[in-house]
């Protein structure tokens, strides 16, 4: 069982419209990440969030907790927002069999924005 | 974006050659990372590093080591480069250590002829 799990999987949207991307986790976590990477590109952080909600353009991120899960939400979805995302946990305590900066990535969520 | 630079970004070699790939930042991070993305299995780590000549193994670390001899460099290589080594190569830098912001280098493309 993946540790971290996203859905969909793939998504394609038309441009304007509202588009949720979810991320659920089976362990204890200190901080979540929703991160981008662009057609052969490179990945860049969006977010890290270890509570509540964070809003960056049109780009929001919400995290539960007690529910073990997060979305990303793009609003008004344009052709540029095309990319996979992809979602990160740092485990809590920070520590995996005695190293520091423990990551768990999800298999990404491929998002498609037709004009 | 931390500085941080990888090299090269392209690379062609023949099964069974040394390959190393350098991961380079230039603001004196402590905690560097290598991992491998493929399709199917996201992104995985291979080496990491806590400070100078402080290196430990990720959960796919067999046919790669590691080096670290200055702050701001980390030198993955493969001793012997095979085919299932074909992947995508991205160091990472994550400053304070964990939980914190996650920078990427731009990512090196290797494939193992």
Same mark, same amino acid.
């Given at each position: 069982k993946n540790e971290v799990e996203q859905s969909p999987q793939n998504l394609t949207a038309q441009e304007g419209e509202f588009i949720t991307i979810n991320c659920s986790y089976s362990v204890g976590i200190s901080a979540l990440h929703w991160l981008q990477q662009h057609p052969g590109g490179g990945i860049v952080s969006l977010f890290m969030l270890s509570s509540g909600k964070k809003k960056h353009g049109r780009l929001i991120a919400t995290i539960n907790i007690q529910e073990k899960h997060s979305s990303l939400h793009i609003t008004a @979805?344009?052709? /540029? &927002? @095309?990319a996979v995302y992809i979602c990160a946990v740092t485990l809590g305590g920070g520590n995996y069999g005695g190293s520091q900066g423990n990551l768990i990535f999800g298999k990404g969520t491929k998002l498609s924005v037709k004009p | 974006d931390a500085g941080i630079t990888q090299s090269p970004r392209h690379k062609v070699t023949e099964t069974g050659t040394p390959v190393t790939l350098r991961c380079h930042q230039t603001?004196?991070? /402590?905690y560097m990372y290598w991992y491998r993305q493929d399709p199917g299995h996201g992104l995985r780590l291979i080496h990491y590093s806590y400070g100078v000549k402080d290196t430990d193994k990720g959960e796919? @670390? &067999?046919?790669y080591s590691v080096s670290r001899s200055k702050t701001e460099d980390f030198l993955l290589t493969l001793e012997s480069a095979t085919s299932s080594q074909t992947s995508v190569y991205f160091c990472a830098i994550i400053p304070g250590g964990s939980g914190n912001t996650i920078y990427f280098g731009e990512g090196s493309w290797l494939t193992v002829v």
């Open positions: @979805s344009h052709p /540029r &927002d @095309s | 603001e004196n991070h /402590r796919v @670390s &067999d046919g």
